[in-house]
């Protein structure tokens, strides 16, 4: 009877004993690492749906002096020996060691808890409500010092706006289970409307729980302040600033740095900036003394940058470094060898946008450009990557400019790629799928989405299989909202593709029903509606952005979720954009009155004569002499390469696609084009349709060296030209056009975008 009672307590009690898990830290840990090991708790419980201590994990936690105290004995005999033959400290590095059942995580520093931890959490596996950790013994610390992600809760963004305290602690965490180190917080009053209408609380309030947040985990909370004031060449408007920065750096719990922008925004030249942010660099150190501060030189023209260079030379004290971002007409290899070595440099890199951006990406078909928009739902891994190697050397940290959470992924990418950049984008993107959405295929899935913007959009072959990779993904990910959100772009590709391959079609019957038999047979060709599968992913791009917008609060419309505008994120307002020259070509049927000959040459609006030659510029299949320069691959910002670009209208506004999109290059590097196997016996005539933003600068035209149009502004958009070639100029049967913008300027460098060109003899 005793021996079956005996069996009895251990077949009910055995399975709770298996089931124990572990979590041992230090009896003296700092806040900040009992932090980090709440994390661990936490995290593991949302993914598994019971407590950390269910999981039969054991675990240490705990600075490397600290572990030997939490271990058996003979375990912790083990790890002293270890601990001898360690490298010396460095800051955030960690080390993560398995003896017998316990997986050690011995951070050099708080920090290095922290960033174990969130090792610990990539590697390990759930499913079924299980976690399991592989073993796990590793070294690692963090190249870069610097490892930061803007956030701005204001208006602009497409999604901060919206978040409460508890999701932006969440964003923290996930940030730091990546290695990221900060966040930069964009001030209250910056180059936005003061309240969104989705604010959860005052932006000053906001401001305090973050810096307090950041506090909490150990982890920097820098502050990027642009300089709003109208001219600070006048002393009260100095005055005015220092009392406002003053305000909010005394209220904020923790700032670690400072970040002071040129422009972008703000305009403040060099002679006003360094005086005024010495001022504010004395204010901050007084409420924060070991506060870093740095200014960079975005917006400035050539002249600004040559006495930004002397007043740096003049080796201001109170200066940390420099920043690179956007709209900075000095590439960051010449501002890193021009800058004294006492400065650092910090990457301020632009992983949000798409267009009219820092890094386009390159040969981006007009179809994505007019419907997904500058600000979509954008992985990019072998992109980030090769921005991240490409300036390796040249940068001692960063921090991402982002808008929101649609570049989630580069987030993460970067993140890691800061401790090292030999990491294959592969394996983060195997973390990200398994810590994030728990499958790998997700990591599959991300690289596709991708490729799926390479080459033009209506003959990509991978989308519709990226596309069916995410829907067999799909069950079991309800509420996960990046999963969500990557499936969200899977849809917009596989639903771009089809109306652009509908649209082309629409468009080709219309026009050779024009040839045929007029403008009674071509309405109702343009007329034609989508099938049942253009409408059924339609319908799914709704129902997965009121998803988004409910559980992360991203704005992907103006109307629906209160975006800022089309151009932050809610390419759900452009699911419908024509994508042909629809609406252009009705109001010219329109207008010919049934004239057969005017409906004929609208059969064929880009004719091109006999001997002659054409570039659709923008469209990247049809600017065939187009001089591409130097390419993403050598060149990312595109300083010498040339970029294909749209416009700030759509075909829906009259305009015909061959308008919208343009080529481009930026400050003095020219638009040029190249022509071989000319008519050496005939003079030619040059056609020229300038169109693009809305905002143009004048532009200058050479041929092979010989002014044909010197700096003229465009008086229209669009704007057509002709001009005759002189003779003289096309005698070696070669010809170079190049069209370039005034010397010197600063700004984002555009301004110089030429849509469609036509080179033909004359009569």
């Known amino acids: 009877m005793r021996t079956t009672i005996i069996a009895l307590i251990l077949t009910l009690v055995w399975p709770s004993l298996a089931m124990a898990g572990s979590l ?13 090991a709440q994390m661990l708790r936490e995290e593991v419980a949302a993914r598994i749906g019971r407590p950390f201590e269910t999981t039969g994990l054991a675990m240490v936690a705990a600075r490397r002096e600290q572990i030997a105290a939490l271990l058996p004995p003979g375990e912790a005999r083990i790890w002293r020996r270890r601990m001898a033959a360690m490298p010396a400290r460095r800051a955030e590095a960690y080390s993560l060691v398995r003896l017998g059942r316990w ?4 951070g050099d520093d708080d920090r290095g808890v922290l960033f174990g931890i969130g090792h610990v959490l990539r590697k390990m596996e759930v499913a079924g409500g299980e976690a399991r950790l592989p073993p796990l013994n590793a070294r690692a610390a963090p190249e870069l010092a610097w490892r930061a992600h803007q956030i701005g809760y204001r208006f602009k963004n497409n999604t901060y706006d919206a978040f409460t305290v508890p999701m932006l602690e969440q964003q923290v965490r996930d940030l730091a289970v990546f290695g990221a180190n900060g966040i930069q917080w964009i001030a209250p009053v910056s180059d936005d409307d003061a309240e969104s209408p989705l604010f959860h609380a005052p932006p000053l309030d ?9 506090a909490r985990y150990g982890l920097d909370f820098d502050l990027y302040y642009p300089e709003m004031g109208d001219d600070y060449a006048r002393p009260e408007t ?6 406002r920065f003053e305000n909010l750096v005394k209220r904020l719990p923790r700032i670690d740095a400072l970040y002071v922008p040129g422009g972008d925004p703000g305009h403040t030249p060099p002679d006003q900036l360094f005086p005024l942010v010495e001022a504010e660099a004395k204010i901050l150190r007084r409420y924060h003394p070991q506060a870093t501060v740095w200014i960079s030189g975005q917006g400035f023209d050539r002249a600004a940058y040559a006495r930004f260079y002397a007043l740096l030379d003049a080796g201001p004290g109170w200066l940390t470094g420099v920043f690179f971002g956007p709209q900075s007409r000095d590439p960051l290899p010449v501002q890193r060898a021009r800058i004294p070595r006492r400065y650092r440099m910090i990457f301020y890199p632009d992983i949000a946008h798409t267009m009219h951006a820092q890094f386009p990406v390159p040969q981006w078909d007009p179809a994505f450009a007019l419907t997904e928009g500058r600000e979509p739902v954008n992985p990019q891994p072998r992109a980030q990557a090769r921005i991240v190697r490409h300036f390796a050397g040249d940068y001692d940290g960063f921090v991402s400019y982002s808008e929101g959470v649609t570049d989630d992924v580069n987030k993460m990418l970067w993140s890691q790629l800061g401790w090292s950049r030999r990491q294959p984008a592969t394996a983060i993107l195997a973390d990200y799928a398994r810590y994030f959405v728990g499958d790998a295929r997700f990591a599959a899935g991300l690289m596709a989405l991708e490729r ?12 519709v299989p990226t596309l069916a990779l995410f829907d067999a993904m799909a069950p079991g ?7 969500e959100m990557a499936w969200y772009r899977a849809t917009y590709d596989a639903y771009v593709q089809r109306r652009a391959q509908a649209e082309a079609t629409r468009q080709e019957r219309a026009l050779m029903a024009l040839k045929a038999a007029g403008a009674d047979a071509a309405r109702p060709a343009l007329a034609a509606p989508d099938d049942a599968v253009t409408r059924a992913l339609r319908q799914r791009l709704l129902d997965l952005a009121a998803a988004l917008y409910d559980h992360i609060g991203l704005q992907l419309s103006v109307r629906r979720f209160g975006a800022s505008g089309i151009e932050r994120g809610a390419n759900l307002d452009r699911i419908d954009v024509t994508l042909n020259d629809k609406v252009w070509l009705l109001g010219q049927i329109d207008a010919a009155h049934g004239d057969p000959a005017r409906l004929r040459a609208l059969a064929d609006p880009d004719a091109v004569p006999r001997g002659g030659f054409y570039d659709d510029l923008g469209n990247p299949g049809h600017e065939p002499h187009l001089k591409r320069g130097k390419g993403f691959a050598a060149d990312p910002e595109a300083y010498d390469s040339a970029i294909d670009g749209i416009a700030d209208h759509t075909p829906d506004d009259g305009w015909r696609m061959a308008w919208i999109t343009y080529a481009e290059t930026l400050y003095e590097t020219p638009v040029t084009l190249r022509y071989t196997g000319l008519d050496r016996r005939k003079p030619y005539r040059l056609k020229i349709v300038y169109a693009g933003e809305d905002f143009a600068l004048p532009v200058r035209l050479t041929a092979n060296g010989t002014v044909l149009r010197d700096f003229t502004p465009r008086t229209s958009n669009p704007m057509t030209v002709e001009i005759d070639v002189p003779r003289s100029l096309t ?3 070669a010809l170079r056009l190049q069209w370039t913008r005034p010397d010197g300027l600063g700004g984002s460098g555009r301004g110089h975008q030429v849509a469609q060109v036509w080179l033909f003899p004359r009569p």
Request: hydrophobic share 45%.
């Open 477 to 483: 990910q309800g509420g996960n909202w990046r999963f």
């Open 206 to 214: 906001m401001a305090v729980a973050a810096s307090g947040l950041m």
């Open 103 to 106: 997986q050690l995580v011995s």
């Open 452 to 463: 799926n913007w390479q080459g033009p959009a209506a003959s990509n072959r991978g989308i």
């Open 731 to 733: 005698r070696t049967g």
């Open 238 to 243: 100095v005055a005015a600033e220092l009392a």
């Open 24 to 36: 041992r830290t230090a009896p003296d840990a700092t806040p900040q690492a009992q932090a980090a």
